[in-house]
T-cell receptor
Framework: ELKVEQNPLFLSMQEGKNYTIYCNYS?????LYWYRQDPGKSLESLFV?????AVKQEGRLMASLDTKARLSTLHITAAVHDLSATYFC???????????FGTGTQLKVEL | NAGVMQNPRHLVRRRGQEARLRCSPM?????VYWYRQLPEEGLKFMVY????????ESGMPKERFSAEFPKEGPSILRIQQVVRGDSAAYFC???????????FGPGTRLTVT
């Protein structure tokens, strides 16, 4: 059974600082997603990573995938308050046609 | 192109009542997925349906929960005799084909009093 673990669970950081969220998954996965969720809202798709070594960037966020280590990272550069949200990674298994989500990282960027 | 629609957005039920959650997939999508998010947790897969068929219900509780996706109309997640532990946000997602990216709806937040 595929398991996905994220760390840290909570992250409080100051504006302007850099940090990385880690996502480990236990078995082979076809692709890896990162989502953002604001309180009381649905999930916003940020990135989909398809292959080993994939790197995608959008603004202050950059995601990467290492399929050999079964590890994905979400790097935040020069954080701003607007990035405060909960971030989830999710691994997709084509055989199961379902997403397995991590527990989420609650990010709070202090002004 | 309208996104995935769910209604109601908020639902309050007393213990023992039934809850019906509706999901209309994006236009052209025939695959629907239901996920549940308990407070302070990630989403957990419940069931995957295509029109008129349940493909994978491995995440559904064995009792009180059922899902359908009829030929016409929205997908329905039905919870009978709700208990306080059923309080959660229920998200529906849809995709055009199996294996494609899933697009999430706004969710239904169920509160059982």
């Amino acid at each position: 059974e595929l398991k996905v673990e994220q760390n840290p669970l909570f992250l409080s950081m100051q504006e302007g600082k850099n940090y990385t969220i880690y996502c480990n998954y236990s078995t082979t996965s076809d692709r890896l997603y990162w989502y953002r969720q604001d309180p009381g809202k649905s999930l916003e798709s940020l990135f989909v990573l398809l292959s080993n070594g994939a790197v995608k960037q959008e603004g202050r966020l950059m995601a990467s995938l290492d399929t050999k280590a079964r590890l994905s990272t979400l790097h935040i550069t020069a954080a701003v308050h607007d990035l405060s949200a909960t971030y989830f990674c999710a691994a997709f298994t084509g055989g199961g046609n379902k997403l397995t989500f991590g527990t989420g990282t609650q990010l709070k960027v202090e002004l | 192109n309208a996104g995935v629609m769910q209604n109601p957005r908020h639902l309050v039920r007393r213990r023992g009542q039934e809850a019906r959650l509706r999901c209309s997939p994006m236009k052209g999508h025939s695959h629907v997925y239901w996920y549940r998010q308990l407070p302070e947790e990630g989403l957990k897969f419940m069931v995957y349906l295509q029109k008129e068929n349940i493909i994978d219900e491995s995440g559904m509780p064995k009792e009180r929960f059922s899902a359908e996706f009829p030929k016409e109309g929205p997908s329905i997640l039905r919870i009978q005799q709700v208990v306080r532990g059923d309080s959660a946000a229920y998200f529906c997602a849809s995709s055009p084909q199996t294996g494609d990216e899933q697009y999430f709806g706004p969710g239904t937040r169920l509160t059982v009093t």
